[in-house]
C-alpha cells in the first residue's frame, strides 16, 4: 500500500492552492521534472505551469485543459496539456491536485489516463472517498 | 522547479501573453456573438490562425499582435519593469496592475519654446551650404515663419 500525503507546488502562486500529490515521500511534480531532465521537454513543464496558475486564478487556457469523461464522478479530472507532456489533476474542495504526468505517447494518452486513475483512486480510498 | 525559475523562464511569460490574448478574443467572440469562421473574417485572417489563436500556440508578430487587440477594439499597454524589482514583488504576493494616472505636464515650463528651438538651426542656413538659391526657399521660408511666429507670441 503506498503512502500519500500532499504538499504546495512552491513554483505556483494562484488565487486557489495548487498541490502535488507526494506518493512513498516522493513528489510526483519533482520525480517528472526529474525524469525529464536533460530532455528538451522540461521547457514544456514551465508551460503546464503556467497554465495550471492561469486557471487556479480562474483564467480560461481553453484546449490547455480537459475535463475528462469516464472517470470517478465524484470528482473533476483534468488533463493539461503541452506539445508533448500531460498533467494529470484533480478538483478537489478549495484546491487543485497534480497527480500524475507522463509524456504522450499515444493519440489519445490513454496509457497516462489509466496511470493517473490508478494512483487518483488508490488516493481518493485513503480519503474513503 | 522553484518560483523564480518558473516566472523568469520564457514560456512563463509567453504564456501569460498567449493566455491573455486567448481571454481577450474569447471575450470579443463571447460579447459579439460570433464563432470561429465569423472571427477570422473580421479579424482578416485565416480560420488555422484563429483556431492557433484559441489553442495557445504560435509566436505571434507584435505588429500581429497590435492588429488583434486594435481588431478587438483593445489598446494593448506593453511596460517593462526591473527583473529582480518583480521577482521581489512576486514573492511578496503583489502583482502588477494597470493604474490610469494623469499625464504629467510639469517639465513643460522648463524647455524653450519651440520657434526658440527651431530659429537657431535656420538661421545657420548660408549660401555656403547651398550651392542652389532654389533648395533655400523652402528652409527660409521656414525660418520666416517661425519668426513671424515668435514676433506674434511676443507681440
Not at chain 1, 67 to 80: H, P
Not at chain 2, 6 to 14: F, G, P, R
Not at chain 2, 132 to 139: K, Q, V
Given at each position: ?14 488565487k ?26 522540461l ?10 496558475e ?12 480537459k ?14 496539456i503541452?506539445?508533448h ?12 491536485l ?7 505517447r ?24 | 522547479?522553484?518560483?523564480?525559475e ?9 504564456g ?23 472571427l ?14 484559441l ?12 492588429e ?24 511578496l ?22 520657434e ?15 550651392s ?8 527660409y ?7 513671424v511666429?515668435k ?5
Open positions: 500500500m503506498r503512502k500519500f500525503t500532499t504538499q504546495i507546488v512552491d513554483a505556483i502562486r494562484a486557489e492552492l495548487v498541490e502535488e500529490l507526494i506518493i512513498n515521500d516522493l513528489p510526483v511534480l519533482e520525480q517528472f521534472e526529474l525524469y525529464l531532465t536533460g530532455t528538451t521537454y521547457t514544456e513543464v514551465r508551460s503546464l505551469l503556467t497554465y495550471i492561469h486557471f487556479a486564478n480562474g483564467g480560461n487556457i481553453g484546449k490547455k485543459c475535463i475528462l469523461k469516464g472517470g470517478n464522478k465524484k470528482v473533476t479530472e483534468y488533463e493539461f503541452s506539445k507532456l500531460r498533467l494529470y489533476g484533480i478538483q478537489m474542495p478549495g484546491k487543485k497534480i497527480i500524475y504526468g507522463g509524456i504522450k499515444q493519440a489519445d494518452s490513454s496509457d497516462n489516463i489509466t496511470a493517473f486513475r490508478l494512483i487518483c483512486y488508490e488516493y481518493l480510498d485513503t480519503l474513503n472517498l | 522547479m522553484d518560483r523564480k518558473l516566472i523568469t523562464s520564457k514560456e512563463y511569460v509567453v501569460k501573453i498567449q493566455l491573455t490574448l486567448l481571454n481577450m478574443i474569447q471575450d470579443y467572440m463571447v460579447k459579439k456573438e460570433i464563432k470561429r469562421t465569423e477570422a473574417d473580421e479579424l482578416g485572417v485565416t480560420k488555422g490562425y484563429v483556431s492557433q489563436l489553442n495557445v500556440a504560435g509566436d505571434h508578430k507584435i505588429s500581429k499582435l497590435v488583434l487587440s486594435l481588431s478587438c477594439n483593445k489598446m494593448p499597454v506593453v511596460n517593462f519593469v526591473d527583473l529582480n524589482e518583480y521577482i521581489n514583488n512576486d514573492a504576493d503583489k502583482i502588477y496592475e494597470l493604474s490610469l494616472v494623469d499625464r504629467d505636464y510639469s517639465t513643460h515650463s522648463n524647455t524653450l519654446p519651440l526658440a528651438r527651431v530659429i537657431p538651426i535656420a538661421s545657420t542656413l548660408s549660401k555656403s551650404m547651398y542652389d538659391e532654389a533648395l533655400l526657399e523652402p528652409l521660408a521656414i525660418k520666416n515663419f517661425y519668426v511666429k514676433e506674434a507670441i511676443s507681440g
